[in-house]
């Protein structure tokens, strides 16, 4: 497994949650340069692009998160976050980090918000 996620639960609407995806079998100077994103996808419909980060640390944000959610990285630990804050009902779903370079996906971790 390329990319491991992890950090999803269950939490009250208003809450707070921290992914975190792990590229433990990269090597350190090819996960510097790499663009990461987050997707989201509800059962039934098309997997979103939530945020990314550039190898720059430069993010980009869907519309729908913009100043509740913040994306991140830290290169010492080949690991990106999504930090989601004021969660809403319509934020659950598994979320995916990807590797835009590399077109690898993480395996998933679900996050419900309870209203």
């Known amino acids: 497994v390329q990319l491991q996620a992890s950090g999803g639960g269950l939490v009250q609407a208003g809450g707070s949650l921290r992914l975190s995806c792990r590229a433990s079998r990269t090597i350190s100077s090819v996960f510097n340069g790499l663009t990461m994103g987050w997707f989201r996808q509800v059962s039934g419909k098309e997997r979103e692009l939530v945020a990314t980060v550039t190898s720059r640390g430069t993010t980009n944000y869907a519309d729908s998160v913009k100043g509740r959610f913040s994306v991140s990285r830290d290169n010492a630990r080949k690991t990106v976050y999504l930090q989601m804050s004021s969660l809403r009902p319509e934020d659950a779903a598994i979320y995916y980090c990807?590797?835009?370079?590399?077109?690898?996906w993480g395996q998933g971790t679900l996050v419900t918000v309870s209203s």
């Open positions: 990807h590797d835009h370079i590399r077109d690898y």
